[in-house]
């Protein structure tokens, strides 16, 4: 069910702001690939302009193959890519229920898969299940992240993007998110993180990338850029790894 | 699959309220009440559209009472002056109006807001300008009289009764049509395109096309409404068009309740009401009917200014209270 995505020599800013110089990134199907880096690095911005609410100035965007670079967000849905937003981003006044049912408005309404994707979601979630009726704005943070991933997840994506989806959030409700991002992952589902908890991301990713002013400035796998001198340095507080 | 919140299905409000609509000439065959009935019927088509546009999608436009002028207008111009059916006018006042929520909607891709609110009055005042200058279309300032009664297959519908049964007719089948849009897929995104546009983005809601396809559709309606008028009443003038026309509308839907069907509907049939209140309650002196058309603003001012204080969700917020009481005693 993964999906391929490739990024090749991405640029885009807001206006004359030029924000992503250069970025090339890949994540291989059913891969968990993170992307870490400072406040103002270029982070959502580089998500942005892969699910197309932002468009490139230069650079290629493919999904398994296919171009998507510059698309209309709703076509790149369509595309099966799915983006968890920074903040989240929930109908607030609507119910649980229906910000799910929202989630699948790119799918046709008779697509067999959207109800099999609804159970789904209510099994990696259960919380989900119980508050179908709730007015989504009276959710807790947590709860309201998990449904901001459930909604992604009804678009049936085949690679889903997530901005910084432990934000704010307590360490308990952390953990509960990261479990399912590695079972959709286990799943087959490719997987790019974007996190300021690079000990968090690292944690759990296959792969990591380092972004600083807008380029990529280091990659490698997970473990190795937890052990590496730099990394730890930047962005994991200069002290060895002594969780776990 | 997904149970969606519905304790009280509109279908339902729909049906009574036609019931209600059949029952009132039977009653009182008034010819004043039925002329004021008419009004309130051709305000809740406005209405009915404006809630879609205004209260489910959040874009406001302060420019729909111009939108009801462009169906008055074409209509009574293409059945008076061609010569055409009243049918086809009436039709080619909603293009028209239709067509020109489209050239609206343009601003609207790009604003929100207040500045949407001004673009659209703008709007408006262009509008009425153009309503009063064109007279060779629109007779200017003084207005334009003897149009024609709706006729239908060659029947001219020219009794008081006809035509109150004829815009209410029409007054439902709007309401029927736009309570559906809003029970479906595309309700559902005005919805999200209300609550988040980035959310409704990423989740893959072609934001353009619908903010330009709801102006359309609202537009339209309002022009339905406008041609409606135009034929029932037999005159109209600019007067009738302008900027505090739209503010009332707006107005309503505000009193009514953002997100809500039925609570602008109901304001729509009080508010228009009001100054008429001698149409209801036959005892009622002429001073205070006077009265009440004198301070009919300010009243809609009061009204406005104590549901954003008391009410923010509008008539349709106490709607909804009520129902979530009755269903919390219900499980008692």
Same mark, same amino acid.
């Given at each position: &069910? ?6 090749? $020599? ?6 004359? /702001? ?6 090339? !990134? *890949? ?56 983006? /968890? ?39 990696? =979630? ?19 992240? &998990? ?6 997840? &009804? ?32 799943? $087959? ?7 300021? %908890? ?27 850029? *937890? ?18 | +699959? ?59 436009? +302060? ?63 262009? +509008?009425?300008?153009? =309503? ?54 595309? $309700? ?84 228009? !009401?009001?100054?008429?209140? %001698?149409?209801?309650?036959?005892? !009622? ?8 058309? %004198? ?38």
């Amino acid at each position: &069910m993964g999906a391929e995505l490739r990024i090749d $020599g991405l640029c885009a800013g807001y206006g004359r /702001v030029d924000v992503l110089r250069d970025v090339t !990134l *890949r994540v291989d199907a059913g891969e968990m690939v993170t992307l870490i880096g400072s406040n103002g690095a270029g982070k959502s911005t580089l998500l942005k302009a892969v699910a197309g609410l932002l468009r490139p100035a230069a650079g290629t965007v493919t999904l398994g193959g296919v171009p998507i670079t510059g698309m209309a967000p709703e076509r790149i849905v369509r595309q099966r890519l799915a983006l /968890v937003p920074e903040g989240r981003m929930l109908f607030g006044p609507l119910t649980v229920d229906e910000n799910l049912l929202i989630g699948a408005h790119s799918r046709p309404a008779r697509d067999a898969g959207v109800a099999a994707d609804l159970e789904r979601v209510r099994m990696l =979630f259960p919380m989900l299940a119980e508050r179908g009726a709730q007015i989504s704005a009276t959710l807790s943070g947590g709860e309201q992240q &998990m449904l901001a991933v459930g909604r992604a997840l &009804m678009s049936g994506p085949e690679v889903l993007l997530l901005d910084e989806p432990s934000l704010g959030l307590a360490p308990r409700v952390i953990a509960a998110i990261f479990e399912a991002l590695d079972t959709l992952r286990s799943e $087959g589902l490719s997987i790019l993180l974007v996190e300021q %908890d690079a000990h968090l991301a690292l944690r759990h990713a296959d792969r990591g990338y380092v972004m600083r002013n807008g380029a990529i400035a280091l990659e490698g796998p997970a473990d190795k850029l *937890r052990d590496d001198e730099q990394v730890r340095h930047a962005y994991l507080g200069g002290r060895p790894e002594t969780r776990e | +699959m997904i149970r969606t919140r519905l304790a009280f299905s509109p279908y339902v409000a729909i049906a009574i309220a036609a019931a209600a609509v059949a029952a009132v000439p039977v009653l009182s065959p008034d010819r004043y009440l039925l002329k004021v009935l008419v009004y309130v019927g051709v305000n809740v088509i406005v209405i009915a559209g404006l809630a879609l546009l205004f209260g489910h999608a959040g874009q406001i436009s +302060m420019g729909h009472a111009a939108f009801v002028g462009i169906g008055a207008y074409t209509s009574a111009y293409c059945v008076g002056h061609v010569g055409l059916p009243w049918l086809v006018g009436a039709l080619a006042g909603t293009a028209l109006a239709a067509a020109g929520g489209l050239v609206l909607a343009l601003p609207a891709l790009r604003l929100r807001g207040h500045y949407l609110a001004m673009a659209t009055l703008g709007f408006n005042e262009i +509008m009425y300008v153009a =309503f009063r200058e064109a007279r060779g279309i629109t007779g200017g300032g003084d207005g334009l009289g003897g149009i024609s009664y709706p006729e239908v297959a060659g029947l001219s519908i020219d009794s008081p009764v006809g035509v109150y049964l004829l815009v209410w007719g029409v007054a439902l089948v709007v309401l029927l049509l736009v309570a559906n849009i809003l029970r479906s897929r595309p $309700g559902r995104a005005m919805r999200a395109l209300h609550a988040t546009e980035n959310g409704a983005l990423a989740c893959g809601i072609d934001t353009v096309g619908l903010k330009i396809r709801t102006f359309a559709l609202s537009a339209g309606l309002a022009g339905l409404a406008g041609a409606l008028y135009a034929h029932s009443v037999g005159f109209i003038s600019p007067g009738t068009f302008g900027l505090d026309q739209s503010v009332i509308y707006v107005a309503i839907v505000v009193v009514g309740g953002a997100g809500s069907l039925a609570g602008p509907v109901l304001a729509a049939i009080a508010l228009t !009401l009001l100054p008429y209140a %001698d149409a209801l309650i036959p005892g !009622l002196g002429k001073d205070a009917v006077a009265l009440l058309q %004198d301070w009919e603003a300010d009243i809609y001012g009061i009204a406005m200014i104590a549901v954003v204080i008391l009410a923010p969700a509008g008539i349709g917020g106490l709607l909804t209270r009520l129902r979530i009481g009755r269903a919390g005693e219900a499980h008692v």
